[in-house]
């Protein structure tokens, strides 16, 4: 398997789609995200795999088992397996522009969705835990 060398902040502020897989290696993957104004992830739990985000730009609510906390540029968040969580961009005009790592991998590799519409419909995009 080949390394991935990139800019990220050029990667994540370029990024239009929902969701776009650039990377997948054995253990991890690494993934670029924008949530349009007042948009959310959507409340989940990872089981098995513990995620990292990093906010570029934008400004918004992380909801952490229960527990609201304000993220901005620059913040980093780390959620271990099995935690329940959000991220909303609380914005009503900018977009909240993210990269985040999934350990071990989350989504299939290549994995782009256009809008978060596209990705709740898409039942195949997530490998079986």
Do not use: C, W
């Amino acid at each position: 398997m080949n390394p991935y060398v990139a800019n990220i902040q050029e990667e994540t502020l370029a990024n239009e789609n929902f969701r776009k897989v650039l990377f997948t290696a054995p253990n991890s993957q690494l993934v670029v995200m924008t949530l349009q104004p007042n948009e959310d992830i959507g409340m989940e739990v990872h089981g098995n795999i513990d995620q990292f985000i990093r906010i570029e730009e934008g400004e918004g609510v992380v909801i952490l088992d229960g527990q609201e906390t304000k993220v901005e540029d620059d913040f980093a968040i780390v959620i271990p397996a099995g935690t329940q969580h959000n991220l909303i961009n609380t914005s009503a005009d900018k977009p909240l522009k993210l990269y985040t790592i999934y350990s071990p991998p989350e989504h299939k590799e290549g994995t782009v969705h256009s809008t978060k519409q596209e990705a709740m419909a898409d039942e195949y995009d997530h490998y079986s835990a």
